[in-house]
């Protein structure tokens, strides 16, 4: 029997099983350019039983076929799911950036495993390229409405993997590489559409679409099936195979992967393809990683700042604002936007709706309080089907946060927070006749904090390697716009992070041609952002929000423009892989943790899981930039653990080009704790080079004894503030574990001890309560608001939710310790705001018990944001009297940014 190349290796239907193999050439040494999937019957072994042991025989016959070198069975695995570049700092006209500079990736081939493309799309128009490049060794298979004509010059190549699939998903799908489902044809034109003007999803979002690299050429493999992109890894593992003997010199894949990092990525980077992969939307809980292997490239996905604002208008006139994709259709009924009753349902079951008169009405929806895996989301189809069942005109989706908008295909829904539910509900049960009317939404730049970590991006750590960080890098993933079909469509995943990264990355391959996947990897990694513009760190979408960490980045948010030119790079050989991760090629294709910690691998990152006594490890870096460079180290230490590099000045010239340099982390307690962050940067004038850290302190349980006293104690005899013994900030737990703040303890953690002897009081005389809230006490007892702002009640704490103006608010405080003292100030301002305090010092005496003092709060930007924390703290040498501080920049009126 011949022994197979790489264009014999193929996939084909073998019973329920298939098996992926790796073949090798006739010395029987594996061949990196030949990988594939084989049919089983071909090569002799068909004639096995096909019950489970029958299976077992026959992956253990091919297995021992000279010709491979791995076999396992096929998974099941499936897709992921403008402004967005622009807000990258992609301008497509700016002369000096990497677009420019990168002839707009010019020939550059990115591969997209997905679920087929529609090349009569605009994005993908060939107008003015020049021939296929030379060196494209694919193939334009012809299928179902596919003929050879659908590829052109921007397609150059398409191939279509249905093996294995049931017959109930390809039937509903075109046998070719044409795509029903629009995912595929989303993210390739996302990484590489051409520019198409005016392109907008019903009006929204309005502009010129493109790719990130508008002049690279697309290669599609239609692995996934069926709406919402059923697929097998066989099939993926196929299309790998047929990338790399094609000539692609990107490849992105948005797609998850689960229990299995592959294989066939490995080979395609060995073979110097550069391969991204979606990180999965099963945030914002820890560990829900996918696609984890260190040589391919996973991202997390983030919103950026452009929003959908959504009016609605109350029977009292009230304006409220959400947020919605929900617009008019040329045939719409234009009453939609006119006043309809408002009805209450409550969370709209089919239980909560069954008896409730909702015919031709709005109807307010409540999320469920408990949170799930996918949030508010996994409850808003089924309220809106169960409104629509009911003869309902409107909705309005009460929920805690939410980074998805579905088209509401001409349906009038929209999104609000907690605060504004409650505040329609409030009307609803007031008003004898409530009404409300819904406007198509619009569209807003520039007013929202941006870039934040996206909830539904998942998190780590690595539920596979916990000694490498994932995810890499974080990029736009959230309500993007892109081509869908004929049209132009908004959807949000990971799945439309991944290739924001593709793109980019084939820009920086057109403007570094011999760089390996491994430097580009390090380029984005090293530059990418971990504050937004004003400076301020990038926050994560969570239960709660939070400062995002490695563990939802990776090494921040890319910036491409700055990865162009990233000063020094973390490289990596690729055979590299296989002395920390153990890739076996016998019976079983798995890549398992050796007893080399995967730390050790010369990555941009440092994770070192289990640090018990301390650790050292080395990483070497190239300088790319100027020749004659000097750099030096700048250490930001996880809490609770010491980092020291040495050397902590590298120079280079014309004859050393790289430097060698080791870190060793020490940790500074035995105390079992979680995952600290840090980062070690090196610097110069011209250049800032960043990787993070995350290390967590572990020790030995003992086997018997009072093991939970380990965290128990630890927080029970902590002095309670805000910080722990170790002058560590306290953390909260929740979807992921952050640093707590006034939402989650108040105050702080309680000091009985202290709170004996506290110095200054904020008292209240209880009538005053009356003034701001309002409680009526006839036949029931009831608060509401008032007019007057609750934050001037004389409380120990501030909270000042729509800040638009500079508030000046008071308080006074009673001196209750020594007789004559005098306090001075000590302000904490949150992020973007301003806090005045006059007078700044209290003098008391035996005549003056009680002081009122001024403090004013101003916005420093007109940004529509979320809450940030501060503080005010009176203190002399013996006292210190904190009150926290919490307070909202609002542009619109609706509360959260959604």
Aim: charged residues 20%; hydrophobic residues 35%; proline residues 6%.
């Amino acid at each position: 029997m011949d022994t197979p190349t790489m264009s014999s290796l193929r996939t084909m239907i073998y019973s329920a099983m298939f098996l992926e193999v790796v073949g090798v050439g006739d010395g029987g040494v594996a061949d990196e350019d030949v990988l594939g999937v084989l049919d089983v019957d071909a090569v002799g072994v068909g004639a096995q039983r096909r019950g489970a042991n029958g299976q077992a025989a026959d992956e253990h016959a091919a297995a021992e076929l000279p010709e491979v070198i791995s076999v396992h069975l096929s998974r099941s695995c499936r897709a992921t799911t403008t402004r967005s570049w622009d807000f990258l700092g992609m301008n497509y006209q700016m002369p000096s950036g990497l677009l420019h500079r990168s002839r707009y990736g010019e020939d550059i081939i990115i591969g997209v495993v997905d679920t087929g493309i529609w090349p009569e799309s605009k994005s993908f128009s060939d107008r003015g390229y020049g021939p296929v490049p030379s060196r494209w060794k694919g193939v334009c298979q012809v299928g179902e409405a596919w003929d050879r004509s659908n590829c052109s010059r921007k397609i150059i190549g398409a191939r279509f993997y249905s093996a294995g699939l049931p017959e109930e998903i390809l039937k509903t799908d075109y046998l070719s590489p044409r795509g029903i489902d629009t995912h595929g044809t989303h993210t390739a034109s996302t990484a590489a559409g051409t520019v198409v003007e005016a392109a907008s999803f019903h009006g929204l979002a309005a502009g010129a679409a493109r790719g990130g690299a508008p002049r690279a050429r697309i290669a599609m493999y239609k692995s996934l099936w069926g709406e919402g992109g059923s697929g097998t890894s066989a099939g993926v593992l196929a299309a790998i195979d047929d990338a790399i003997h094609d000539g692609v010199d990107v490849l992105s894949l948005s797609l998850a992967h689960p229990e299995e990092n592959s294989f066939g990525a490995l080979h395609a980077v060995q073979m110097g393809i550069t391969v991204v992969y979606a990180a999965g939307n099963d945030g914002p809980s820890p560990q829900t990683l996918e696609n984890t292997a260190p040589w391919v490239i996973t991202v997390a996905a983030s919103k950026t700042d452009r929003s959908f604002p959504t009016v609605i208008t109350l029977g009292n006139k009230q304006q409220i604002t959400g947020q919605s994709l929900y617009y008019q259709g040329k045939n719409s009924n234009s009453s939609r936007s006119s006043f309809r009753s408002l009805a209450n349902g409550d969370l709209c079951t089919q239980d909560d709706l069954n008896g409730t008169d909702i015919e031709g009405k709005i109807v307010l929806c409540a999320t469920q309080h408990s949170p799930t895996t996918k949030g508010p989301f996994a409850y808003l189809s089924d309220a809106r089907q169960n409104v629509v069942n009911g003869g309902g005109t409107g909705l309005i989706f009460v929920q805690y946060t939410t980074d998805i908008l579905e088209d509401s295909d001409g349906f009038p829904y929209v999104l609000v927070d907690i605060d504004t539910g409650k505040n329609i509900k409030k009307y609803i049960d007031s008003a004898s006749s409530p009404v409300a009317k819904i406007e198509p939404a619009r569209t807003s730049t520039g007013a929202l904090l941006a870039p934040k970590v996206a909830s539904f991006s998942s998190r780590g750590p690595s539920p596979d390697y916990a000694d490498i960080i994932k995810p890499d890098i974080a990029a736009p993933g959230a309500n993007i716009l892109a081509a869908t079909g004929n049209s132009y469509g908004i959807m949000s995943g990971t799945s439309m992070a991944t290739p924001h990264v593709a793109g980019i990355i084939a820009l920086l391959k057109a403007l570094h041609p011999n760089w390996s996947p491994a430097a580009l990897k390090s380029a984005i990694i090293t530059t990418a952002s971990v504050t937004d513009e004003d400076g301020m760190p990038i926050l994560a979408e969570g239960l709660p929000r939070k400062i995002a960490d490695p563990f939802d980045y990776g090494g921040g948010h890319i910036n491409p423009n700055r990865a162009a030119d990233p000063g020094l790079i973390y490289d990596i050989n690729p055979k590299d892989y296989n002395y920390f991760l153990d890739c076996t090629i016998k019976t079983s294709v798995s890549c398992n943790a050796t007893s080399t910690p995967g730390y050790l691998l010369n990555l941009p990152s440092i994770s070192a899981p289990d640090l018990r006594y301390p650790v050292t490890m080395w990483r070497t870096v190239t300088n790319v930039g100027e020749v004659n460079a000097v750099y030096h180290v700048a250490i930001e230490n996880p809490a609770g653990i010491k980092i020291e590099v040495e050397p902590s000045v590298l120079v280079f010239n014309a004859a050393k080009k790289v430097h060698t340099f080791q870190v060793k982390l020490s940790p500074l307690r035995r105390l079992q704790g979680d995952y600290t962050f840090g980062s070690l940067t090196w610097y110069n004038n011209q250049k800032k080079v960043r990787i993070p850290i995350a290390a967590r302190i572990t020790i030995d349980f003992p086997k018997s004894g009072n093991a939970t006293c380990i965290y128990l104690c630890f927080v029970l005899h902590a002095e309670a503030s805000v910080i722990d013994e170790d002058g560590m900030p306290i953390l909260n737990e929740g979807l992921p574990r952050n640093i707590a703040d006034p939402f989650d303890y108040g105050g702080g953690h309680i000091n009985p001890n202290r709170a004996a002897d506290p110095g200054l009081i904020y008292d209240i005389n209880p009538k005053d309560y009356n003034y701001f809230l309002d409680c009526t006490t006839k036949t029931s007892v009831n608060c509401n608001a008032k007019s007057i702002p609750g934050y001037f009640l004389n409380l120990p704490s501030i909270s000042a939710p729509d800040l638009r103006y500079p508030v000046t608010v008071w308080r006074t405080v009673t001196n209750v310790g020594e007789v004559n003292v005098v306090y001075h100030v000590a302000i904490q301002n949150p992020s973007r705001i301003k806090i005045e305090v006059e007078p700044s010092i209290l003098v008391f005496n035996a005549t003056n018990k009680v002081h009122t003092f001024q403090v004013k709060l101003s916005p420093m930007r007109r940004l529509q944001g979320d809450y940030t924390f501060g503080s005010l703290t009176w203190y002399n040498n013996q006292k210190t009297f904190r009150i926290p501080i919490a307070a909202r920049i609002t542009v619109y009126d609706f509360f959260a940014d959604l």
